[in-house]
């Protein structure tokens, strides 16, 4: 069960997940589009468009849509801090419409090795109200159940990375 905490601030998010899989495989889920793919998105969305230049500077973007289908939804930022595999920071927002960016968040993400183990710590600020950074948690712990179910997958087929 991940451990979710509001943070300091109200308007903080702070998720902290163990997976079972190596520090240097949950590093490539979160960095390689091929990973990211498989697990991005709250529960019954796929993710169909994933672009990534994971450098300082370099930007994404994914679209998520609902498996049966249905309108798309897009998100962007930019990498502030790549250091392979401990730690990325990147800008996140929402694009609504399309092309047009909401309001940026700052998330940090760090892995610790744990002997094969790894722990992610998650970090998103600083979000315009409770409710939003509420709706936010929700949907990332939806995403962190999937990445868990690719890690076991990804290690299952001895595919390692």
Known sequence: MPESTPGAARHELSITRVFDAPRDLVFQAWTDPRHLAAWWGPRGFVAPSVDMDV??????????????GGDEYWCSGQYREVTPPERLVFTFAWEEPPGTRGDDTVVTVSFADLGGK???????????SVAVRDEHESGWVECFDDLAIHLAETRAKGDPA
Do not use: K, L, V, Y
């Open 118 to 128: 790894t722990e992610m710590t998650f970090h998103q600020a600083a979000f315009d």
């Open 55 to 68: 450098s300082p500077g370099g930007r994404w973007r994914t679209c998520i849509r609902p498996e049966d």
